[in-house]
């Protein structure tokens, strides 16, 4: 079992900026990676940025330039670092961590961004 805690999530204007950060802990052996995926409304989750098993970064295309995934695996924890934040980022975001082939997933913290 993986257990999370998620914080950071919020209201903010567009163009404001934002961090979210997790930690997760458990009876794990070893962490193939950990991320942030986002679930909108209407729409299925999708990633928005992880650590690969190797702790190579990737982003989806639409954050590449203003979201920085920072954490580490071995330390089981993962923090996105949003900015130039605009409308369509609204969504819950959940923290991810793929251990031994399953995905494990934090409850979601909600990311509103209004004018």
């Known amino acids: 079992q993986v257990y999370f805690v998620e914080s950071g999530g919020g209201l903010v204007k567009p163009g404001d900026a934002l961090t979210l950060s997790c930690t997760a802990s458990?009876?794990?052996?070893?962490?193939?990676?950990m991320g942030w995926y986002r679930q909108a409304p209407g729409k299925q989750r999708e990633v928005v940025a992880r650590f690969t098993s190797k702790g190579t970064p990737f982003y989806r295309d639409s954050v590449r330039g203003r979201f920085t995934i920072s954490g580490d695996n071995a330390r089981m924890t993962v923090d996105l670092h949003m900015n130039i934040l605009k409308p369509e980022d609204t969504a819950v975001y959940y923290c991810?961590?793929?251990?031994?082939?399953?995905?494990?997933w934090g409850q979601g913290t909600q990311v509103t961004v209004s004018a």
């Open positions: 991810n961590a793929y251990v031994e082939n399953t995905d494990y």
């Open positions: 458990g009876s794990i052996s070893s962490i193939n990676g």
